[in-house]
């Protein structure tokens, strides 16, 4: 049985690095998974995923390991929207420009479920894409659920958001995720059947 | 559907995170068990989320990477090994001080109170003698406390001491001859 997330942070603070060399096993990842599909490239996802570790060791003695991933994902959280701030504007399909109804709300309320469709071998591919296409705080809120597993109350406070903003992030997320794969299955031809 | 799906897809979502009461399970189940949109919404979700784990469950960073997290945590350690003794020795530093500065207000609030000396009044003599250790030897040395006495010393004198006291308590309120 695996050692609770304490009792591994008081280990290493003791003195065991093979406890906290542990806890990066335990949590790579869903963290690596989440950066990378939150930052443009894989050789930014390493640098934030190097960041957040080291980030958390220099501050280890801040944090008593009862919400050891929340805490990472929250350091994550942080540096990915610093990045952002300091690179790109972030486009948000919840948001109305000039007038415009938002991208969301010309999401239709009944899709075609195509997550029912997607087969096994071409669900990578076709979620990766669909992913790409989500605003960065649904994507946030959809890795750290489905991913990481972390509640939803968590996520609200990593995000600094209300709880019912997240559900609601997520609720978009999800059909979003829905139309985006049902179009690109019918790009691809998969599905079609 | 109705207006109120939209609460109820919440309701799935805290469901699947395990943060549902069993008050709102029982209602959402029994909404569940009557409306086909959030019965879809509940599937799409775990379909969504078991090809999502599919595809991110290969996400690893690379080697070199963890190398360097781990050779952190390890330099991290060292470092703290190294601070270790001179935050104890501060520490010990600080706490004597404390300790000190503690002993030296507590012995100033309880020193010995230093007598008043109170001089006689001529109406109640008695009721100003002086009761205080320190000055009851000085009272009868001192030429400086030549007009005081002390009422317990008074129960230590002998009657020569007794007879010369009076004198001077006489030669005090001018009654001596």
Redesign the interface.
């Known amino acids: 049985m695996a050692m609770p997330d304490q009792e591994l942070l008081a280990k290493y603070r003791a003195g065991d690095v093979r406890a906290f060399e542990e806890l990066v096993q335990k949590y790579k990842n869903p963290l690596y998974s989440y950066i990378l599909r939150t930052v443009y490239t894989r050789d930014e996802a390493d640098d934030v995923f190097q960041e957040v570790w080291l980030r958390a060791i220099r501050n280890i003695d801040r944090c008593d390991g009862r919400k050891f991933l929340s805490w990472l994902f929250r350091i994550a959280h942080n540096l990915i929207i610093d990045r952002y701030r300091k690179s790109r504007p972030v486009v948000s399909l919840d948001e109305k420009k000039d007038g415009a109804p938002a991208l969301v709300d010309n999401l239709p309320d009944k899709g075609e479920a195509p997550f029912r469709r997607m087969i096994d071998g071409e669900t990578g591919a076709t979620i990766d894409r669909a992913l790409a296409l989500l605003p960065v705080e649904q994507k946030e809120v959809f890795l750290m659920r489905v991913q990481a597993d972390i509640p939803f109350k968590e996520i609200a406070r990593i995000q600094r958001v209300s709880i019912n903003t997240a559900l609601a992030r997520m609720q978009y997320a999800l059909a979003k995720l829905r139309i985006a794969i049902a179009e690109d299955m019918a790009s691809t031809g998969g599905g079609a059947k | 559907?109705n207006d109120k799906c939209?609460i109820y897809?919440?309701m799935v979502?805290?469901l699947d995170?395990?943060?549902l009461d069993a008050r709102d399970r029982r209602e959402l189940e029994a909404h569940l068990a009557r409306c086909g949109?959030c019965r879809?919404?509940q599937?799409?979700?775990a379909?969504?989320?078991g090809?999502?784990?599919?595809?991110?469950?290969g996400?690893?960073?690379?080697a070199r990477?963890?190398a360097?997290?781990?050779t952190?945590?390890?330099d991290?350690?060292a470092e703290r090994?190294r601070r270790t003794p001179l935050v104890f020795t501060r520490r010990i530093l600080a706490a004597a001080a404390a300790l000190c500065i503690a002993l030296g207000i507590w012995m100033l609030a309880n020193r010995a109170p230093r007598s008043v000396p109170v001089r006689l009044a001529e109406s109640e003599p008695e009721a100003q003698y002086e009761i205080g250790v320190e000055n009851e030897i000085a009272s009868l040395f001192d030429p400086e406390f030549d007009d005081l006495v002390s009422v317990e010393l008074l129960s230590e004198l002998d009657a020569d001491d007794f007879t010369a006291l009076d004198r001077e308590l006489m030669l005090l309120e001018g009654l001596a001859i």
């Open positions: 559907m939209d897809k919440n979502l805290l995170s395990g943060e949109a879809e919404f599937s799409e979700l379909r969504a989320a090809a999502a784990r599919r595809t991110c469950g996400d690893n960073p690379p990477i963890e360097r997290i781990l952190a945590a390890v991290h350690l090994r």
